[in-house]
C-alpha cells in the first residue's frame, strides 16, 4: 500500500498559550512518553524518561535550558538532549516540534545518535587509563566523542566492566616511570598521556582474627552474593555505621537470625547526615530487631576451626557471630604511587587541580582516590567517593588532555535506600553548623537543610522529591540560598 512502515505519529499535544516561558509538562505522542517545554519562547521536546534508572523528568526541575532530574540528580539540555551531569550516562532523545494555528504539533519518531570518532591508524598518540571505574568509563567515552583518534588503552585488574554500583578497584603494582608503566607481569606500556583512576578499596580490621573465613566485605558483586547466601539464618554482626553498613543490615532483616551492629561514633550518618537522622534510623532498625553497640569497637575476632564464632569489643562485651561484614571505611590504591613525583596529600589522597590534572605534565587523576577542588565549597580541596563524581571526573579529565579546559563544576549528589525508602543527599555538609528540619523522620516524609556560615551547604530528604534536586540545581549555579531563606 506503500505505506512508510516507520512513518511517525504526529499528535496535537496541547494549545500554544497552555505553557509559560520556564514550564513544562509531560505528553503521550504514540507510544512515546515526551517531556514537553517552553523556554525563551520557544517550545521542545524530548523523552521524558531519565537515561539513568527511567525517572520522569516532568517530576524533576526546570532551570533555565536545563531540566535536573528529581531521583538522582543527573542533568539534560531541553533544546538538544545532552546529558550535562551525571550520573546518566546516554543522552535524551529529540523529538520534533512545529506551531500551527495556535496548536502545538509532536512527533513520534525521536532521533538521538550521539556521535563517536574512531581509532585513527595515523594518529600516533596513546592514552592510558589505569582502572576499570566510572571514570575510566567516561574519559574514554568524552574522548571518541571529541573526536581523539589515538590509542586509548584500558587496565583493569577486575574481569568486569563497570556497570552501575561503585565498585572499588583492586591495587595494581604498577611502576610509574618517565611515560612508560610497568605491570606485575613485566609488561612495559608506553603513553603520552595517562589518567590514574585505581579508586579505593575497603579498609579491613586491624585486629587478631581479622582473617578468619567468614568475615566479608563488600566490594564486588561477587561480594554481594556471598553475603546474600552467607547470612541465611546466621547471628550477624556488622561492624561501620556508614551508608555501606546500614544498608547491609537493612537488607538483611528478614534473612539473617539476629543483627548486631557495632559503631565507633554516638549514632550513625553522624558526620554526614546529622545526629538526629542518624537517631531516628537507628530506632527504625532497632524497632526491627536490630542490636546496636554504639561509641565501640572490635577487639578481637574468636575464631573454631578457622571461622568466626564471636567478637569481643573494646568495651569488653562478647557478642556471639557466625559471620562479621566490615564497613569501616576506605583505602586509596596509591601504594604503586609511593616513591613517585605525584604529589599527594596526608591521607595518600592524589592532588589535583580543577582539570584534574596532577603537579606532573601529562598525568591525570580522577575518582575516588583523588583530592579535588570542589567549587561550591570555595574551591576547598575534597575527596568524595561517589559515582557520579567519578563520572564528572572522567569527562573533565579527558577534556583537559584535549587542551580543551573545562572547569569542574559538580554538586555531590547520592543517595541511600533502606527498606525500600530512599534518602537523597545533595551537596557537601562537612563541618556543617546547624540544620534547619522541614517535616518528621517519624512520618517518613522530611527535608533537611545544612546551614554553615549562615549558608545552606547541602540538603537531604526523604519522599519530598523533587526538593533535593532543586537544591542541588541552586548550588550548581553558584546561588546562595540563606539560613533566613531555609528556615
Not at 494549545?15 to 517531556?35: I, R, T
Not at 525563551?40 to 523523552?47: E, L, R
Not at 540528580?73 to 520534533?96: A, M, Q, R, W
Request: charged share 25%.
Amino acid at each position: 500500500d506503500g505505506l512508510d512502515p516507520e512513518e511517525e505519529v504526529t499528535d496535537v499535544v496541547c494549545d500554544e498559550a497552555e505553557l509559560k516561558d520556564g514550564e513544562m509538562m509531560e505528553v503521550e505522542v504514540g507510544d512515546h512518553n515526551v517531556l514537553l517545554v517552553r523556554c525563551d519562547g520557544v517550545y521542545s521536546a524530548i523523552s521524558n524518561q531519565c537515561t539513568h534508572y527511567g525517572a520522569p523528568l516532568s517530576k524533576g526541575v526546570l532551570s533555565g535550558q536545563r531540566v535536573r532530574c528529581p531521583w538522582h540528580g543527573s542533568c539534560f539540555n531541553v533544546k538538544t538532549g545532552d546529558l550535562e551531569e551525571y550520573p546518566g550516562i546516554d543522552c535524551l532523545p529529540c523529538h520534533k516540534v512545529k506551531v500551527e494555528n495556535n496548536k502545538v504539533y509532536v512527533s513520534g519518531q525521536p532521533k538521538r545518535i550521539k556521535w563517536m570518532g574512531a581509532r585513527d591508524q595515523a594518529v600516533l598518540h596513546t592514552i592510558m587509563l589505569l582502572g576499570g571505574g566510572a571514570a575510566s568509563l567516561m574519559c574514554a567515552e568524552t574522548l571518541r566523542q571529541e573526536n581523539y583518534g589515538g590509542r586509548i588503552i584500558m587496565v583493569s585488574r577486575d574481569d568486569l566492566l563497570p556497570y552501575d554500583k561503585t565498585r572499588l578497584s583492586k591495587i595494581m603494582n604498577a611502576e610509574i616511570n618517565l611515560k612508560t608503566v610497568t605491570f606485575d607481569d613485566g609488561l612495559i606500556q608506553c603513553y603520552d598521556q595517562i589518567l590514574i583512576a585505581t579508586g579505593c578499596r575497603a579498609k579491613s580490621l586491624d585486629c587478631p582474627g581479622a582473617d578468619l573465613e567468614n568475615v566479608l566485605m563488600l566490594e564486588t558483586p561477587e561480594d554481594a552474593r556471598c553475603i546474600h547466601y552467607a547470612c541465611m539464618g546466621c547471628r550477624t554482626v556488622v561492624v561501620g555505621t556508614s551508608f555501606v553498613g546500614m544498608e547491609v543490615a537493612a537488607y538483611m532483616i528478614n534473612m539473617a537470625s539476629s543483627i548486631t551492629i557495632i559503631g565507633s561514633s554516638e549514632l550513625p550518618y553522624q558526620k554526614t547526615l546529622g545526629p538526629e537522622i542518624g537517631k531516628a534510623t537507628m530506632m527504625m532498625l532497632e524497632e526491627r530487631g536490630v542490636m546496636f553497640h554504639m561509641n565501640d569497637a572490635i577487639a578481637e575476632v574468636q575464631g573454631e576451626n578457622r571461622r568466626v564464632k564471636a567478637v569481643k569489643l573494646k568495651s569488653g562485651i562478647t557478642i556471639e557471630a557466625d559471620l562479621l561484614i566490615v564497613g569501616i571505611g576506605v583505602n586509596p590504591n596509591s601504594e604503586f604511587l609511593k616513591g613517585s613525583p605525584i604529589r599527594m596529600d596526608s591521607k595518600n589522597y592524589v592532588i589535583v587541580d580543577k582539570y584534574m590534572r596532577t603537579n606532573i605534565t601529562d598525568v591525570y587523576c580522577a575518582g575516588d582516590l583523588t583530592s579535588f577542588p570542589l567549587k561550591m565549597a570555595k574551591g576547598q580541596n575534597v575527596s568524595i567517593g561517589h559515582w557520579q563524581i567519578a563520572q564528572a571526573h572522567g569527562r573533565i579529565a579527558a577534556l583537559s588532555m584535549l587542551h580543551r579546559e573545562v572547569e569542574l563544576n559538580t554538586v555531590p549528589f547520592y543517595w541511600t535506600v533502606l527498606f525500600g525508602r530512599t534518602i537523597r543527599y545533595a551537596g557537601y555538609g562537612e563541618g556543617y553548623t546547624e540544620m534547619v528540619l522541614k517535616g518528621k523522620f517519624e512520618n517518613m516524609k522530611f527535608l533537611a537543610l545544612y546551614i554553615k556560615d549562615d549558608e545552606v551547604v547541602a540538603a537531604s530528604g526523604l519522599n519530598v522529591e523533587p526538593a533535593v534536586s532543586v537544591v542541588a540545581e541552586r548550588l550548581a549555579e553558584g546561588r546562595v540560598i540563606t539560613k533566613a531563606e531555609a528556615e
